[in-house]
Nanobody, 115 residues
Framework: QGRLAASGGDFVQTGGSLTLSCVMSESTFRRYNLAWYRQAPGERREWVARYDHPGITNYKDSVKGRFTISRDNAKDLVLLQMNSLKPEDTGVYYC?????????WGQGTQVTVSS
């Protein structure tokens, strides 16, 4: 019901894949549009993938065709499948609503893609 924690990040080589996940309360899951955000070192945090009710997905151009945001309705999970990873995908990934709610920012998960 409070801060959201992302998990699943790891060190991976270029071209590899990872799946990130985030669990939230049923009420949050049901009420709000959802998104994954990324913050690279020294850079501002920005959204990279979002899920807008009733099921519209949007992606930043840099990840289109490689990342997929989805929901597990039975478990109130939001997922991010990341394929064909590139070094520029490196950063800390967070989940939150869209637009984000300040009180929901929690622990991000580090994704590091080696060159």
């Amino acid at each position: 019901q409070g801060r959201l924690a992302a998990s699943g990040g790891d060190f991976v080589q270029t071209g590899g894949s990872l799946t990130l996940s985030c669990v939230m309360s049923e009420s949050t899951f049901r009420r709000y549009n959802l998104a994954w955000y990324r913050q690279a070192p020294g850079e501002r945090r920005e959204w990279v993938a979002r899920y807008d009710h009733p099921g519209i997905t949007n992606y930043k151009d840099s990840v289109k065709g490689r990342f997929t945001i989805s929901r597990d309705n039975a478990k109130d999970l939001v997922l991010l499948q990341m394929n064909s990873l590139k070094p520029e995908d490196t950063g800390v990934y967070y989940c939150n609503t869209f637009p984000p709610l300040g009180g929901y920012w929690g622990q991000g998960t580090q994704v590091t893609v080696s060159s």
